[in-house]
């Protein structure tokens, strides 16, 4: 497993831009696949974005898809989501997660191995 850190969340506005970092420990980061959800008040967790070990590949909830970029830096150690052209609707905390699923596509909260704590994004209008 990784210890993983979000950080980057905060209060925008709609059209606003964020950034969200996750910070893992341990050296096997690379042999993770890392993924980014969200959870809104008084619903699921949801699937937003997940990157492939070697970054070469990304997938995207449609709901983000042209708005939000998954990327990593395994030097690092870190993995990334850009988000522009904020929502009311992209309110909610977000999590990173780590998973050993090979190929790319959603993966079930269930089936990642680790999650960040959390980062709440809040956009307002």
């Known amino acids: 497993q990784v210890q993983l850190v979000e950080s980057g969340g905060g209060l925008v506005q709609a059209g606003d831009s964020l950034r969200l970092s996750c910070a893992a420990s341990g050296r096997t980061f690379s042999s993770f696949a890392m993924g980014w959800f969200r959870q809104a008040p008084g619903k699921e967790r949801e699937f937003v974005a997940r990157?492939?070990?070697?970054?070469?590949?990304?997938y995207y909830a449609d709901s983000v898809k042209g708005r939000f970029t998954i990327s990593r830096d395994n030097a690092k150690n870190t993995v990334y989501l850009q988000m522009n052209s904020l929502k009311r609707e992209d309110t909610a905390v977000y999590y990173c997660?780590?998973?050993?699923?090979?190929?790319?596509?959603?993966?079930?909260?269930?089936?990642?191995?680790?999650w960040g704590q959390g980062t709440q994004v809040t956009v307002s209008s």
């Open positions: 997660a780590a998973d050993r699923i090979r190929g790319l596509g959603v993966v079930p909260p269930d089936e990642c191995d680790s």
């Open positions: 990157i492939s070990r070697s970054g070469s590949s990304a």
